[in-house]
């Protein structure tokens, strides 16, 4: 995974609430069997009309938010499927971060091991953060992991909350595999004692 | 005396390998579930590293999401859905995973087969990369859906990382009226909960209209926790589990399943065990159900009218509403029985099992499927449709003029050739009515299989109770 860094950019607004991840990602893209390549179907029933050609009123096929790197986005964000498709098609396409009042549980998970940061506020301060969004390409925002802030154009500093597991890894560009398989003993020992314990689990092999 | 805890704290508590400062706990899980579509890059991710599978013994492999539900003799036609399940079966061999190939009769959507072949057992956990995999919570099982990374992960480690759940409880009391189905309950808990209602929480499901259930409604209900937001379902195990479980093929046996019984007795919620939220609801005030919006938590009784924007208080939620009435075509104030439907699906690991195609079955005994309506009766497993035509539900439904198909997951997600043209509209028994789910342009409506059914029969939206005695 690669390292999260500070970065500036521009931030593009999706305010629409319950954007669900058949519409960041449509079943029909998820017959790859690689996990690059994702970023030009990203939002593809949005962003396209079925000739192929873009829908010129999506965010991200105007000028100013072709390259956004944010994007600032209504509650329950990427709420349904468990596809991991969405946070590979969100970063094929650029984006480093998303910021909203709530995500959906397994998209936030999904989106953290692919080097993402998902960035929860209250209400208001999301409200603002939109309003910086809706300014165009002009109007970039700083984001910061390692302060925990966020920089708006008007040079004024948000403070925001991660789970010091999820930050330590982002920054380190750590993958939660390695350092599990660090603590293999103690899955040795569990399994030890779960043998005894529960002798009844069953066995996928053939019956 | 100890805290009394609740079904999810003590499956947790009995699964955590380790904790760390913070609270993080590393969770060993009993049984994982793959699929082809979101193994693929969790194998090639193995095969980077040089790592194995820590547990083939406790992992199980089907296809289901690609695979036609025609004639299966050809092969599957679309290339990349072809590579998909042929990457499937090359993983399961390079890495010794137990599999259910596409012609075995046990073949099937992951979560009906689980239960189906008493895999899935009171306590364990249990994930796959697929986000109705909370269906297992149908038996007491803390089961989660994850994604790729996820997958890979528990393939190395067996085990996940996750900080515990809140607990909420939704206690549904009293006796359904007549027609009035599990996927009728559930969709009135999302609709008053709403999609994001159980974010940050497990729910488990209690009260006696839960209890009532049968195995295959509890794995309805359960099945569409996500849909809630939540992170899993749950329902407390007792003798109606026991019993569905006794003699599946690999269910425990002679002193083990006794031992495993008195373990799993031990299960259920303490009484005074403490849920962070809670929620109660009368089943008595439940009617046939259906959804006319773009989110599952876009449900009405049957018998209601069209809403309108400005019926609800949020304004975000005033314009996803006016986007969903667009997108679905659909005028506010009209009756949702004058909805007219082009396509029927029953199906899905919603309710895809024998249940399902008995209720769809009893409304079409005897009658005709309306004029130019496609209609799609996909089994959720082999054993499902063989078991269903040994009824003779199959000739009855095929009769009505139904299509009787092979098992998969079919028209509720559109990844194989079973879709809705762009603009066609469905009454379907899945579990989602996002824009395009069931095909780019396609409209959704989540029904019950009896309801479904009728809707076929009819050519639109109907109230199932007019064809009930």
Same mark, same amino acid.
């Not at chain 1, 329950?76 to 596809?83: A, K, L, P, Y």
């Not at chain 1, 300014?135 to 109007?139: F, I, R, T, V, Y």
């Not at chain 2, 299960?267 to 005074?272: A, F, N, R, V, Y």
């Not at chain 2, 997951?409 to 050739?417: D, G, V, W």
């Given at each position: 995974m690669e390292k999260f860094e500070t970065f500036t950019g521009v931030a593009a607004p999706m305010?629409?609430?319950?954007?669900?991840t058949d519409k960041v990602?449509?079943?029909?893209?998820?017959?790859?069997?690689?996990?690059?390549?994702?970023g030009k179907n990203l939002f593809n029933d949005m962003r396209y009309?079925?000739?192929?050609?873009?829908?010129?009123?999506f965010i991200l096929n105007q000028p100013a938010y072709?390259? %956004?790197?944010?994007l600032v986005v209504g509650d329950?964000?990427?709420?349904? %499927?468990?596809?991991e498709h969405a946070p590979w098609a969100l970063s094929g396409f650029g984006v480093k971060c998303l910021i909203g009042t709530d995500f959906a549980d397994i998209f936030f998970n999904n989106s953290s091991k692919n080097g993402m940061l998902l960035i929860k506020l209250p209400q208001d301060i999301v409200d603002e953060l939109m309003e910086d969004a809706s300014?165009?390409?002009?109007?970039r925002l700083t984001v910061d992991l390692e302060n925990q802030t966020i920089t708006r154009p008007n040079g004024e500093v948000v403070k925001f909350d991660v789970d010091p597991h999820k930050k330590h890894c982002l920054i380190n560009g750590l993958d939660d595999i390695g350092l599990t398989m660090a603590n293999k003993k103690d899955i040795d020992g569990f399994e030890g004692k779960d043998d005894m314990s529960r002798p009844w689990m069953p066995s996928t092999a053939a019956k | 005396m100890a805290t009394p805890r609740t079904l999810f704290d003590k499956i947790w508590a009995d699964h955590v390998v380790r904790t760390e400062e913070d609270g993080t706990a590393l969770i060993y899980i009993d049984l994982h579930l793959a699929h082809e579509v979101t193994s693929p890059q969790a194998f090639a991710g193995l095969r980077e590293t040089g790592r194995?599978?820590?547990?083939p013994d406790r992992t199980i492999a089907v296809a289901d999401?690609?695979?036609?539900?025609?004639?299966?003799?050809?092969?599957? !036609?679309d290339p990349e859905s072809r590579l998909q399940v042929e990457t499937l079966e090359k993983n399961v061999k390079e890495f010794g995973v137990p599999y259910y190939a596409v012609?075995?009769?046990?073949?099937?959507?992951v979560h009906i087969i689980g239960p189906e072949q008493g895999l899935t057992q009171p306590g364990m956990t249990l994930v796959c990369?697929?986000?109705?995999?909370? @269906?297992?919570?149908?038996?007491?099982a803390l089961a989660f859906g994850i994604g790729t990374s996820e997958v890979e992960h528990v393939f190395a480690t067996q085990t996940i990382v996750q900080k515990p759940a809140k607990n909420m409880r939704v206690t549904v009391n009293g006796v359904p009226p007549m027609g009035t189905t599990a996927k009728d309950l559930v969709l009135a808990i999302i609709g008053q909960i709403?999609?994001?209602?159980? @974010?940050g929480h497990v729910i488990e499901f209690a009260g006696d209209a839960i209890k009532n259930l049968s195995m295959e409604g509890r794995m309805t209900v359960c099945n569409m926790s996500i849909e809630a937001g939540a992170r899993a379902g749950m329902i407390a195990p007792d003798e109606k589990t026991f019993e569905y479980l006794m003699?599946?093929?690999h269910s425990p046996k002679g002193g083990a399943w006794e031992q495993a019984v008195a373990y799993w007795k031990t299960?259920?919620?303490? !009484?005074?065990a403490v849920y962070d939220t809670e929620v109660t609801m009368d089943?008595? !005030?439940?009617v046939p159900y259906v959804t006319?919006? @773009?989110?599952?938590?876009d449900a009405l009784p049957i018998t209601a009218t069209v809403p309108?924007? !400005?019926?609800?208080?949020d304004e975000g939620r005033q314009n996803g509403v006016a986007r969903s009435l667009e997108y679905m075509g659909l005028d506010s104030?009209?009756?949702?029985?004058d909805i007219k439907v082009d396509t029927v699906f029953i199906g899905s690991? @919603?309710?895809?099992r024998l249940e399902d195609i008995r209720a769809a079955a009893e409304v079409a005994k005897g009658r005709k499927v309306a004029d130019g309506l496609r209609a799609l009766v996909v089994p959720g497993s082999g054993l499902v449709k063989e078991a269903a035509e040994a009824e003779g539900l199959d000739v009855i439904l095929k009769e009505a003029g139904f299509e009787w198909r092979e098992p998969g997951?079919?028209?509720?997600?559109?990844?194989?050739?079973?879709k809705l043209a762009p603009g066609e509209r469905s009454a379907s028994t899945s579990n989602r009515n996002f824009e395009?789910?069931?095909?780019?342009?396609g409209r959704t409506h989540l029904v019950s299989p009896a309801m479904a059914a009728a809707a076929a029969i009819k050519g639109h939206l109907a109230d199932v109770r007019e064809f009930l005695s």
């Open positions: 305010p629409a609430q319950n954007i669900d990602i449509p079943a029909r893209f998820l017959k790859t069997i690689q996990r690059k390549g994702l009309n079925t000739d192929g050609s873009e829908k010129e009123d072709r390259n %956004s790197e944010v329950n964000f990427g709420c349904g %499927s468990s596809r300014l165009g390409a002009n109007a | 194995k599978l820590r547990r999401h690609n695979i036609p539900t025609t004639d299966r003799s050809k092969g599957i !036609e012609d075995d009769i046990r073949q099937g959507i990369g697929d986000s109705h995999t909370s @269906t297992h919570g149908a038996f007491g709403g999609t994001a209602g159980g @974010t003699g599946r093929p299960l259920p919620s303490d !009484e005074d089943a008595a !005030e439940i006319w919006g @773009t989110s599952p938590q309108r924007p !400005e019926d609800f208080e104030g009209m009756d949702i029985q690991c @919603t309710n895809g997951c079919s028209m509720c997600l559109a990844m194989n050739a079973d395009g789910r069931q095909g780019p342009g």
